[in-house]
């Protein structure tokens, strides 16, 4: 499955000098468990979650980066950090995930949460890694709306993946 990881500049420097993206990283939050490394298969997300990495008072309106990896379906899971958050959520998505009773699966979750997570470090040469790095001016205007309502359509995700200058690792 394609899918993207937003991270800080330095964080993303370090995954381009070793290789990797490791599991074990600090997190921006205290909800993430830092034994897993999170994906998203919407590049609206990925810029979300890079800009947030970014958006500390040491690091304040720094690029950051996003990168774009094949992952086996295999090794994906579900995202239960995500789900733990929908679930408290009022309107569609939190319904969505409230009426699954529990029943999560990644083919059934990421449609609703467009988050998945691994249980490994990933090798992004491995994982037909891109990276793309992303300027922080501005790019809230672009991702905030979609965050709300995943409303974009396929088209206007694709404007803003080919926007973005990608480098293959």
Not at 76 to 84: K, P, S, Y
Not at 109 to 133: L, M, Q, W
Request: glycine residues 8%; contains cysteine.
């Amino acid at each position: 499955m394609k899918l993207f990881h937003g991270t800080s500049l330095g964080f993303g420097e370090e995954i381009l000098k070793t290789g990797l993206i490791k599991k074990n990283q600090p997190t921006y939050d205290n909800v993430t468990d830092p034994n897993f490394v999170y994906l998203t298969d919407r590049i609206t997300c990925a810029m979300k979650y890079g800009h947030k990495k970014a958006s500390s008072p040491e690091t304040y309106g720094q690029d950051f980066y996003i990168f774009e990896l094949e992952i086996n379906d295999d090794d994906l899971q579900v995202d239960l950090d995500e789900i733990d958050i929908f679930k408290e959520v009022l309107g569609n998505k939190g319904d969505d995930i409230r009426k699954l009773n529990g029943e999560y699966t990644v083919e059934i979750t990421t449609p609703i949460i467009h988050s998945v997570r691994v249980d490994h470090d990933i090798d992004i040469k491995k994982e037909a890694g891109k990276y793309a790095k992303v300027p922080s001016a501005g790019i809230v205007d672009t991702y905030r709306e979609d965050i709300r309502c995943y409303n974009l359509t396929g088209e206007e995700l694709a404007n803003i993946y080919n926007s973005l200058v990608w480098k293959n690792y």
